[in-house]
Antibody, heavy 121, light 108 residues
């Protein structure tokens, strides 16, 4: 299993950014996926969820209406479209693969290496 | 939102000794709790899920216990590679999924 994030850069407050996560080594379309971010001050923070076919998504309250999670199962890719970025969105963003247990296993057995997003003027 | 609180923030332990880490939930999460280990510059690694089930490849010196609101991760005999930060995560009631603030296990 390999997850490789990309797209993290320095962006000004109010700006937009699209993160990508390339998945390999497993049947991507069979797994629900998440974005999790990490900052030195706030630790690990779950950001967003998308189900296998992309029809169901969830977000943490602080990013609702600003971030959009999506996936392209034909390209084994996960995305996070980020807009109206704020300084407190500054973090290392991980994509994470949910464990497949056939039910409610909303925890993660594989993570990428993360891509850093810095929101600063 | 379920708040997860870990204690202590830092635990100083000598190699070969036992480490006991705590995680408390602000409301019951049943047994839907996972533990992760994170080393500097690395992503978190799943250790325990279902409060007490070791993930694939995790050594038997790692054990988890608890249910409801109180959980414990025990490392029976610390090895050099175990010095890291440990996080708990609840997955009983979400969104949002929530993590504890972490416990750093350092060499005494």
């Amino acid at each position: 299993v390999q997850l490789v994030e990309s797209g993290g850069v320095v962006v000004q407050p109010g700006g937009s950014l699209r993160l990508s996560c390339a998945a390999s080594g497993f049947t991507f379309r069979r797994y629900t996926m998440h974005w999790v971010r990490q900052t030195p001050g706030k630790g690990l923070e779950w950001v967003s969820f998308i189900n296998r076919d992309g029809g169901t998504t969830y977000y943490t309250d602080s990013v609702k209406g600003r971030f959009t999670i999506s996936r392209d199962n034909s390209k084994n890719s996960l995305f996070l479209q980020m807009s109206s970025l704020r300084t407190d969105d500054t973090a290392l963003y991980y994509c994470a693969k949910e464990v497949d247990c056939g039910g409610d296993c909303f925890f993660f057995d594989s993570w990428g290496q993360g891509t850093p997003v810095t929101v600063s003027s | 939102e379920i708040v997860m609180t870990q204690s202590p923030a830092t635990l100083s332990v000598s190699p070969g000794q036992r480490a006991t880490l705590s995680c408390r939930a602000s409301q019951s999460v049943s047994s839907k709790l996972a533990w992760y280990q994170q080393k500097p510059g690395q992503a978190p690694r799943l250790l325990i899920y279902g409060a007490s089930t070791r993930a694939t490849g995790i050594p038997a010196r790692f054990s988890g216990s608890g249910s409801g609101t109180e959980f414990t991760l025990t490392i029976s005999s610390l090895e050099s590679e175990d010095f890291a930060v440990y996080y708990c995560q609840q997955y009983n009631k979400w969104p949002p999924l929530t993590f504890g603030g972490g416990t750093k296990v350092e060499i005494k």
